[in-house]
């Protein structure tokens, strides 16, 4: 039997036939719908503070150098009044879980509003949509638009939107390489100097390729890629429903009020019809982002952005019925009238955050900037003895990871009398790694046996709580009897 005989018995026998998608782009553009509300509001008040924070940052600049600046070069990370090194990579890793388990424990408590008000996709995608707004109209005007044939009017408006929407991405592109090479000598480098030799470019070549991949990213993820980058290549959106329970809060469709859907005029008594409060003039999808109907139930696509629960209440207060036909609410709400905010698992995970935040911050906080490699040296005969002393050679490599330059004394501890020969400080700038010898001797009256510990500190001179302390072992020859 041939596909297409299948398929006509399937349908002739009442089944439901089978219907083929591409399951990586959208079954047609999605035009959104302008709407006005308190989650639009609130998107406003989360989302402008956040993309002026990641746009003015680079060009803060605290004693003499960018605010926030990861200098792959120089292998030095700052971040405000604080640098770090290579070194302090297990501090990154400790910030990034406790990013995932404070994203786990908000994605218990009120499901996924970091992707809905905070997430760079939407904030971007958002920022796309108004520049749509402005240069081509609301919703109805952008469909009438895109079914006209080419004219200047369609070809100007057209011609805007893109050039802003590539203006943004170039600033995005241009800012996010800005954290990773002073961003007024990266921009400065984007004009050349013409002289006697030729054109010379001043911003190295992978410094401008970067920038213009970015920029490239940031106009197809948020231009043309939209409700794709949510649905099918984010992660979050595959494994975060298995974090919610019956008292996450997310964005939801009461169905036992709205239920029978159905056109109505305000006046009339539309229950004795059999109606529930849902009027189905199609709002809550014409202004989602990621193109779902809510009232089709919980979707992992739903990024819970609050825009239908926006324009349902809109419809809801012109036709003077009650608020909240969609709306933030857990699913116990709905089925049984309450929900269990304080509960263990949600406790577990804010205690868990919370304590790693203050063990994080008493870190940094007690971290010394004073990094500190004792190496004995290991040659045939381990130790040298000079007259009436046991000597050993050490090699220090002392790491100043300090913002300022200080010369390092060097003090030596243990239960004999260790005596430093021939050792003079010398300063060691910001960022140094200075790497020296050091002749230890111990009188060979003193020895008692083959290894004797030893502790080896280094102290700035001009501030003793820089300080680092290594353990070694001093070896001398076994002592007579």
Not at 22 to 35: G, I, M
Not at 127 to 154: A, F, H, S, T
Not at 164 to 188: E, K, N, S
Not at 249 to 259: H, N, P, W
Request: proline share 5%; aromatic share 12%; charged share 25%.
């Amino acid at each position: 039997m041939s596909e297409s005989q299948s398929s006509e018995q399937s349908h002739s026998e009442g089944e439901e036939p089978i219907r083929y998608i591409n399951l990586y782009e959208s079954d047609s553009k999605v035009y959104t719908r302008k709407v006005k509300g308190y989650f639009q509001r609130l998107r406003r008040y989360t989302g402008i503070p956040l993309l002026l924070g990641f746009l003015l940052l680079p060009w803060l600049v605290i004693d003499d150098r960018p605010a926030v600046l990861f200098d792959l070069t120089e292998h030095k990370f700052h971040v405000l009044f604080v640098t770090f090194w290579p070194q302090d990579f297990i501090l990154l890793a400790w910030t990034l879980i406790i990013a995932a388990f404070l994203l786990f424990a908000v994605t218990v408590t009120v499901g996924r509003v970091w992707c809905g008000f905070t997430c760079p996709q939407t904030v971007w995608t958002l920022m796309y949509i108004w520049v749509e707004d402005i240069c081509e109209g609301d919703r109805n005007k952008r469909i009438k638009l895109d079914k006209q044939p080419w004219n200047l009017e369609k070809l100007m408006r057209k011609a805007a939107k893109h050039a802003l929407w590539l203006l943004i991405a170039f600033i995005t592109g241009a800012t996010f390489i800005g954290y990773f090479m002073p961003i007024r000598d990266l921009l400065g480098g984007f004009f050349p100097s013409i002289s006697a030799s030729g054109i010379e470019w001043h911003t190295p070549a992978v410094a401008i390729f970067w920038t213009f991949l970015f920029t490239a990213f940031t106009y197809l993820n948020a231009g043309w890629l939209r409700e794709q980058v949510c649905k099918y290549m984010c992660p979050y959106a595959r494994f975060q429903a298995v974090m919610y329970d019956k008292d996450t809060l997310y964005v939801q469709y009461d169905e036992a009020r709205g239920e029978t859907r159905g056109p109505r005029k305000a006046s009339e008594d539309y229950k004795a019809k059999g109606l529930g409060d849902c009027v189905d003039c199609s709002w809550c999808v014409q202004v989602c982002p990621v193109d779902i109907d809510i009232r089709d139930g919980a979707q992992y696509e739903c990024i819970n952005c609050g825009l239908c629960v926006d324009a349902c209440d809109s419809i809801m207060e012109k036709m003077e019925y009650p608020k909240g036909l969609i709306r933030f609410t857990s699913e116990d709400q709905l089925e049984n009238g309450h929900t269990q905010f304080i509960r263990p698992r949600l406790v577990g995970y804010f205690s868990l955050v919370i304590v790693m935040i203050g063990l994080l911050a008493y870190t940094i906080y007690n971290r010394s900037p004073l990094g500190v490699d004792v190496l004995r040296d290991r040659s045939a005969s381990m130790y040298r003895v000079q007259g009436k002393e046991v000597q050993n050679v050490y090699t220090i490599k002392i790491n100043n990871m300090d913002r300022k330059t200080h010369i390092y004394r060097i003090e030596l501890h243990g239960e004999l009398p260790f005596e430093l020969k021939n050792y003079k400080p010398v300063p060691i700038a910001e960022g140094e790694v200075f790497t020296l010898p050091i002749r230890v001797a111990v009188p060979k009256k003193f020895i008692t046996s083959e290894s004797h510990a030893l502790t080896i500190h280094i102290i700035a001179q001009d501030n003793t709580e820089i300080a680092a302390k290594e353990k070694t072992v001093f070896m001398a020859p076994k002592p007579r009897k």
